[in-house]
């Protein structure tokens, strides 16, 4: 598409576009400033809140892990292929 363009608005194009990466190199590099997060909270209050998530969740579940065993022929079924 560029080959198509006069040599003249190839050479207006060429100068938009380095005009253009010189923008967004600075915006790149500028550096942004965000404010402090306040500090955490660990009272009375956030112990409360803690307890009462830990209420919502359940009980945990039984043990560290799980093991899964699958048959061999699951890796070459029709559903891992997008066919089925």
Known sequence: ?????????RKAMQARMAELRS????QQTAETTYPAPPPGRQDAVFEQGVEWLDRLAGTPFPGEGAAVH???????SEARSGHG
């Open 1 to 9: 598409m560029i080959d198509r363009l006069s040599r003249k608005k």
């Open 23 to 26: 923008r967004f190199k600075a």
């Open 70 to 76: 699958f048959t061999d022929d699951v890796w070459k």
